[in-house]
């Protein structure tokens, strides 16, 4: 039982597609116990069955992030069944690009509730646990989903970028206050993913964009985003990766 990850609970958001999901089956292989958080019970039920099968120890408890007490309620759920969490990939998210002209007043509070508020929700709740982790074991791993969106401009990304700006940001200085407690505070950044995230795109002409993206370059998987999670959270305790940029190699 000497995998790199054996003895590490991992709580991950999002879990029930693309990213998260993908690094849950990544982590439970190199030994943590992982904890899956989404709202669609019956993909974390799925995902459970998946991983123990294949020798891996996974949980499921389902919550929309945004409901700051039913988070708290699966942190102590986390906390009684687990011993608590020594990583939270935080990463959950939803992307809904449209002009800022067309007001989608409703897609705008749709991405600042999960991206900002749903965020620390679940920071606030995971926070106590990382920093006893980092107390009793020597390190503790807390990995925000930002995006390339937060650096670069792309037309009509507008509120979806500074969400992903917010994360950015916020990872550095929490990365600060955190890391003489031995909790490492990283964000990952990506380019275009194939995932589900794109089929909650409303706007036709953001749709087009990224149908000619996908006929014209190869977009990263979902294992590609599992496997540097995996590095960032296998590194010596001394080693914090800040910020980690990855994209499609043919993405401008
Ligand atoms: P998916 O749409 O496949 O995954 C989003 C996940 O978030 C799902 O598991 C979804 O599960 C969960 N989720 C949505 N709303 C809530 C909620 N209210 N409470 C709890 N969970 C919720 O997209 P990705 O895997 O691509 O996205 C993961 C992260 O990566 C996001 O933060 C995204 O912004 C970021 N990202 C993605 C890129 C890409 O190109 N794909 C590029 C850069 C960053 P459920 O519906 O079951 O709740």
Do not use: C
């Not at 699966?74 to 002209?101: I, K, S």
């Not at 620390?120 to 969106?149: C, H, K, W, Y």
């Amino acid at each position: 039982d000497s995998q790199p990850m054996t003895g590490r609970v991992a709580v991950i958001t999002g879990a029930s597609s693309g990213i998260g999901e993908a690094t849950a089956e990544r982590l439970a292989e190199l030994g943590a116990t992982v904890a899956l958080l989404a709202r669609r019970a019956d993909r974390l039920d799925g995902l459970v069955e998946r991983i123990t099968k294949s020798d891996g120890s996974a949980v499921a408890m389902a919550v929309d992030v945004t409901d700051a007490e039913a988070v708290q309620e699966v942190a102590a759920r986390v906390a009684g069944e687990l011993g608590g969490a020594d990583l939270l990939f935080n990463n959950a998210g939803v992307m809904l690009p449209a002009p800022v002209e067309e007001l989608r007043f409703d897609q705008w509070q749709a991405q600042i509730d999960l991206n900002v508020s749903g965020l620390m929700n679940v920071i606030g709740a995971f926070i106590p646990q990382l920093v006893a982790a980092g107390r009793e074991r020597g390190v503790a791993d807390l990995i925000n989903t930002s995006s390339i969106a937060a650096e670069n401009i792309f037309p009509n990304f507008a509120v979806y970028s500074a969400t992903k700006a917010y994360v950015m940001h916020l990872s550095r200085h929490m990365r600060v206050e955190l890391g003489s407690k031995n909790v490492r505070v990283s964000a990952i950044e990506p380019g275009i993913v194939g995932t589900e995230l794109q089929s909650h795109v409303t706007d036709e002409g953001a749709q087009q964009w990224l149908e000619g993206s996908k006929k014209t370059i190869e977009w990263l998987t979902p294992e590609d985003i599992a496997a540097t999670i995996a590095f960032i959270a296998t590194l010596p305790p001394r080693v914090n990766l800040q910020q980690v940029t990855i994209m499609p190699t043919a993405q401008a």
